[in-house]
Each structure stands twice: as structure tokens, then as C-alpha cells.
């Protein structure tokens, strides 16, 4: 076999709960269950940092959102800064241009710093705010950007397809391609996608976790609705007379619109998988398929993402290598958002820099090993639902949680959640309050206080604040 070509596609906000493999029956992603039935499917999946830019610069770099970034906000710059003042060991891109591939982006960035300054030869991508129509968008070095008006998911895989249709020659050399797809993270809903996506599933046969209820009442939060469906409204200060709801909205109405995003996505992957058997692509190109982290979508109340809970940190991870990995699912390791630029590094036979993190899943891959020795995931997050930044554990039958002082640097509860997810998935009965299975809790606390001091912060500025600026805003 020639050196493979690598596709990392990646989504936004997709928590796995919420595709057909990972045993949801009523959404319908046949294309990311096809893939995951050639390659591995990771039930027990997890994001190093549930936020949107932290969490991508641990797929970028392998490390930990501390360590490549020195912080676990949000960023919201357009166009990137031209400057590295994070990300500044050697990313996944660069890793691969080393090796002798060209490397490009298409779709979401949202990170610090320009992606042409951290390996990528090429790129194209659309304005931090989410807007599936009217979009602003940037290529490579570009400042003033450029309006689309199509469907931005149409649009980056039609980029997608010109990408691959000039490296399908035997004489090109291998490519290693980021694609982000921007869905299904808000906005959803009516106006937000084409007609067919939104009225796909009937609030009626739309299955609701347990945890969405309390005392018997269904998640509702008008302010948090209109986040989901109205494209700006997080972004801007003022209301609008038109900043209104359907009416009788309910939680139903809005996962049903989410499922209708996540439909987009998997159309997305069949597209593009499509595209690589049109270019005689397929057999040599590896493709890992995975999201940044989960939505809340109402559980425990809440919505969004930035918490240790289950539904924003549980991912789908799917890798398809023919001929090199053998389909299986693979119940019992957990594998982290760091964990898979070693993987790919190794797959490809290239070499993983000292400075990542995370850990090569390959011997998983190959059927060596069920598991690694160090079965477990760090999780890290500013988790704004509960006033400070937390820290955690995930192993395979437990979740345990700290939270930090606003400096983050000082543990300031070192006893907040403990959670047996085998008995417990919904996360309903917090044993720190019942003082039950104390040897884990002992154990876990440990572990989690060793890494909070041995894994090191980067010393970098403080995030600037926005600089998208009007017309985009109110276009």
C-alpha cells in the first residue's frame, strides 16, 4: 500500500447518544453508521474539554487545553489573529507536512491564531458566529473575507470535493485534510437549514432522555430556545421585535430540529465518502470521523455544553482504514479527543513529537489489546453553569469531578461529583452525598489531584474579545 491519505472530519456539538450506531433508533445517520460498520466504532468516547476552541486545539496539538492554550475559554476573533501565541508545539498539520504531505483545511476553525501559521498549507473557513446561510467566510491569509449565500454545509463539501478532485492522481503526493462540518450546533430550526431537514422528525417521535425531567416537568427555557433557533441572538445585546418562538415550542420541537442537523451531517460524511469512491480515493485514505464534544439539549436542565455531564462530554469516534483495521466495536477503552493525533501519527507511520499527550490507540486498533494500561480520560472545563472551572476523571465505570478556584489553578472542592455510570448513567445520584464506594472515590481523587499538578499551564496572554464586527453582525 502507497502512504494513505488521512481525512480528519470533524463536527460540532454532536453528542453520540444522538446517531444511530450508538443505539439512537430514530435518527437517521446511515452514512456514519456505514463507516463506523468498515472500521472501530469507540463506545466509551470522550472530549478532553467540552467547549468549542479548547476542545479543538486538543485535536490539534494532542495535548490538554491547559497545556497548548493555557486557558478554557472560548475564542471569538475574525479573522484570526496572524500571531502564535498558542498552539506553539507542533500541531497534527505539521506533524504531517514534515512527513511529506500537503495540508489543508475546510469548514470550522475557531482557535487561536491563523491555521496557515500552524501547518496547513491551505485554508478556507467561515466567521466564528454559526449562520448556515449568509455566511462570512476567509481564505488562507485573506482579511476582508466573502458572503455565501448557499447552505454553508453545501457549500464547504463542494470545496471538499474540488480538494480531493485534484490530489486523486498517483503522482500527487499523500494529503492530510481537516474538514469541519459546522452542524449541528445552533442554529436549528426553521430558516436555519433547507425545509426537508427541519421537518424530518415529528416532535411525536422524538425519544427524551430521563434526565430532561424534573419532578415531572420537561427542560424549558424560552432564552435558551431562542439561542438554539435564532442565528444571533447569543451574540448580540438588543432584542428584536422578530425574536420570537413557534408557538407551543417545547424541548421535542428542538431536539427534532437538532436531529434535522445531525441528518445533515451524516449527509455530509455520505457526500464525501462518496466522493472518495468516485476518485479511486477510498482503499487508501484513512478517515476519522468525530465531534468536539456534546450538548446538554435540556438534561439536568440545562442546555449548551461546558459541563461534566455525560451529554456534553460523550462523543462519537469512528476510524476506517481498509486493509489496516479490521471493523469492530470497542466497549471498554476510553478514548480521548487527545488520543487521536497519536493514533493517526502512528497509523501512518510517522512520528508522534514528544510533546503530545495523549496516547496512541494503535494496539486497540490492531486487536493487541482490548485496552490500554492507562484506561482512563481528563477532563477539563470553565463549566459556567456551576460559577466555577471544573476538573475530571472519566475511567470506564466512573466519572469523578473537582472544582478549581477561579485562578484555576487551586483545587477549591476537591469532593464535587462521583458518579458509578454502570449503575447510575444519568448521573442522578451524586455519591459524594452518600458517601458510598469511598476506596474509588479515594483513588480517583488522588489521580485527578496527581494530574492537576503535574500537567503543566502555558504562560499565554488573555483572550482578546470579539472582533467580528457590524455589517456581518446584522446582515
Same mark, same amino acid.
Given at each position: 500500500?502507497?502512504?494513505?491519505?488521512?481525512?480528519?472530519?470533524?463536527?460540532?456539538?454532536?453528542?453520540?447518544?444522538?446517531?444511530?450506531?450508538?443505539?439512537?433508533?430514530?435518527?437517521?445517520?446511515?452514512?456514519?453508521?456505514?463507516?463506523?460498520?468498515?472500521?472501530?466504532?469507540?463506545?466509551?468516547?470522550?472530549?478532553?474539554?467540552?467547549?468549542?476552541?479548547?476542545?479543538?486545539?486538543?485535536?490539534?496539538?494532542?495535548?490538554?487545553?491547559?497545556?497548548?492554550? /493555557?486557558? &478554557?475559554?472560548?475564542?471569538?476573533? @475574525?479573522?484570526? +489573529?496572524?500571531?502564535?501565541?498558542? #498552539? !506553539?508545539?507542533?500541531?497534527?498539520?505539521?506533524?504531517?507536512?514534515?512527513?511529506?504531505?500537503?495540508?489543508?483545511?475546510?469548514?470550522?476553525?475557531?482557535?487561536?491564531?491563523?491555521?496557515?501559521?500552524?501547518?496547513?498549507?491551505?485554508?478556507?473557513?467561515?466567521?466564528?458566529?454559526?449562520?448556515?446561510?449568509?455566511?462570512?467566510?476567509?481564505?488562507?491569509?485573506?482579511?476582508?473575507?466573502?458572503?455565501?449565500?448557499?447552505?454553508?454545509?453545501?457549500?464547504?463539501?463542494?470545496?471538499?470535493?474540488?480538494?480531493?478532485?485534484?490530489?486523486?492522481?498517483?503522482?500527487?503526493?499523500?494529503?492530510?485534510?481537516?474538514?469541519?462540518?459546522?452542524?449541528?450546533?445552533?442554529?436549528?430550526?426553521? /430558516?436555519? &437549514?433547507?425545509?426537508?431537514?427541519? @421537518?424530518?422528525? +415529528?416532535?411525536?417521535?422524538?425519544? #427524551? !432522555?430521563?434526565?430532561?425531567?424534573?419532578?415531572?416537568?420537561?427542560?424549558?427555557?424560552?432564552?435558551?430556545?431562542?439561542?438554539?433557533?435564532?442565528?444571533?441572538?447569543?451574540?448580540?445585546?438588543?432584542?428584536?421585535?422578530?425574536?420570537?418562538?413557534?408557538?407551543?415550542?417545547?424541548?421535542?420541537?428542538?431536539?427534532?430540529?437538532?436531529?434535522?442537523?445531525?441528518?445533515?451531517?451524516?449527509?455530509?460524511?455520505?457526500?464525501?465518502?462518496?466522493?472518495?469512491?468516485?476518485?479511486?480515493?477510498?482503499?487508501?485514505?484513512?478517515?476519522?470521523?468525530?465531534?468536539?464534544?456534546?450538548?446538554?439539549?435540556?438534561?439536568?436542565?440545562?442546555?449548551?455544553?461546558?459541563?461534566?455531564?455525560?451529554?456534553?462530554?460523550?462523543?462519537?469516534?469512528?476510524?476506517?482504514?481498509?486493509?489496516?483495521?479490521?471493523?469492530?466495536?470497542?466497549?471498554?477503552?476510553?478514548?480521548?479527543?487527545?488520543?487521536?493525533?497519536?493514533?493517526?501519527?502512528?497509523?501512518?507511520?510517522?512520528?508522534?513529537?514528544?510533546?503530545?499527550?495523549?496516547?496512541?490507540?494503535?494496539?486497540?486498533?490492531?486487536?493487541?489489546?482490548?485496552?490500554?494500561?492507562?484506561?482512563?480520560?481528563?477532563?477539563?472545563?470553565?463549566?459556567?453553569?456551576?460559577?466555577?472551572?471544573?476538573?475530571?476523571?472519566?475511567?470506564?465505570?466512573?466519572?469523578?469531578?473537582?472544582?478549581?478556584?477561579?485562578?484555576?489553578?487551586?483545587?477549591?472542592?476537591?469532593?464535587?461529583?462521583?458518579?458509578?455510570?454502570?449503575?447510575?448513567?444519568?448521573?442522578?445520584?451524586?455519591?459524594?452525598?452518600?458517601?458510598?464506594?469511598?476506596?474509588?472515590?479515594?483513588?480517583?481523587?488522588?489521580?485527578?489531584?496527581?494530574?492537576?499538578?503535574?500537567?503543566?499551564?502555558?504562560?499565554?496572554?488573555?483572550?482578546?474579545?470579539?472582533?467580528?464586527?457590524?455589517?456581518?453582525?446584522?446582515?
Amino acid at each position: 500500500m502507497s502512504t494513505p491519505n488521512v481525512i480528519l472530519c470533524q463536527c460540532d456539538q454532536l453528542r453520540a447518544f444522538e446517531v444511530g450506531c450508538y443505539g439512537n433508533s430514530v435518527v437517521r445517520t446511515p452514512h456514519i453508521d456505514r463507516l463506523a460498520g468498515q472500521g472501530v466504532r469507540f463506545d466509551l468516547a470522550v472530549t478532553n474539554n467540552p467547549v468549542c476552541t479548547p476542545a479543538r486545539a486538543c485535536l490539534l496539538t494532542g495535548q490538554y487545553s491547559r497545556t497548548c492554550a /493555557g486557558t &478554557a475559554d472560548n475564542v471569538f476573533q @475574525d479573522p484570526p +489573529p496572524q500571531e502564535r501565541s498558542r #498552539l !506553539r508545539d507542533t500541531t497534527i498539520a505539521e506533524a504531517f507536512k514534515q512527513g511529506g504531505y500537503d495540508t489543508a483545511l475546510i469548514g470550522k476553525w475557531h482557535t487561536w491564531g491563523h491555521p496557515n501559521l500552524v501547518g496547513f498549507d491551505e485554508s478556507i473557513y467561515p466567521c466564528t458566529p454559526h449562520r448556515h446561510y449568509g455566511q462570512q467566510y476567509f481564505e488562507n491569509f485573506d482579511t476582508e473575507g466573502f458572503v455565501i449565500d448557499e447552505f454553508t454545509p453545501d457549500f464547504e463539501i463542494a470545496r471538499v470535493r474540488e480538494y480531493l478532485r485534484e490530489h486523486r492522481g498517483n503522482d500527487q503526493k499523500p494529503f492530510f485534510l481537516h474538514y469541519n462540518i459546522s452542524p449541528p450546533h445552533a442554529p436549528v430550526g426553521p /430558516g436555519n &437549514a433547507p425545509q426537508w431537514y427541519t @421537518d424530518m422528525y +415529528p416532535p411525536q417521535d422524538i425519544p #427524551l !432522555r430521563e434526565n430532561v425531567f424534573d419532578d415531572g416537568a420537561m427542560a424549558h427555557s424560552e432564552r435558551w430556545f431562542k439561542i438554539y433557533t435564532i442565528w444571533d441572538y447569543f451574540t448580540r445585546w438588543m432584542q428584536k421585535p422578530t425574536d420570537r418562538l413557534p408557538e407551543g415550542m417545547t424541548l421535542r420541537h428542538l431536539i427534532g430540529w437538532y436531529y434535522g442537523m445531525v441528518t445533515v451531517v451524516d449527509d455530509m460524511v455520505g457526500r464525501l465518502t462518496a466522493t472518495l469512491e468516485e476518485f479511486g480515493l477510498s482503499d487508501n485514505t484513512l478517515i476519522v470521523f468525530n465531534s468536539d464534544h456534546g450538548d446538554n439539549l435540556g438534561s439536568h436542565q440545562l442546555f449548551n455544553k461546558q459541563c461534566l455531564y455525560e451529554e456534553s462530554i460523550r462523543i462519537p469516534l469512528v476510524l476506517r482504514f481498509p486493509g489496516v483495521i479490521e471493523p469492530q466495536t470497542n466497549c471498554e477503552q476510553i478514548a480521548q479527543t487527545i488520543d487521536i493525533m497519536p493514533t493517526i501519527l502512528d497509523l501512518c507511520g510517522l512520528t508522534v513529537p514528544a510533546s503530545v499527550q495523549g496516547r496512541s490507540l494503535k494496539t486497540v486498533l490492531a486487536g493487541d489489546a482490548q485496552t490500554l494500561e492507562d484506561n482512563v480520560a481528563f477532563i477539563e472545563t470553565d463549566a459556567i453553569f456551576f460559577e466555577r472551572p471544573c476538573i475530571g476523571i472519566r475511567t470506564p465505570t466512573h466519572l469523578y469531578s473537582m472544582k478549581l478556584g477561579e485562578d484555576l489553578r487551586r483545587i477549591e472542592d476537591d469532593a464535587f461529583w462521583f458518579f458509578d455510570m454502570r449503575q447510575d448513567p444519568w448521573q442522578a445520584n451524586n455519591l459524594i452525598e452518600t458517601g458510598e464506594q469511598r476506596d474509588v472515590a479515594a483513588e480517583l481523587k488522588d489521580r485527578l489531584r496527581t494530574w492537576n499538578q503535574q500537567t503543566p499551564w502555558l504562560d499565554a496572554p488573555a483572550c482578546a474579545g470579539p472582533t467580528c464586527e457590524p455589517p456581518f453582525l446584522t446582515r
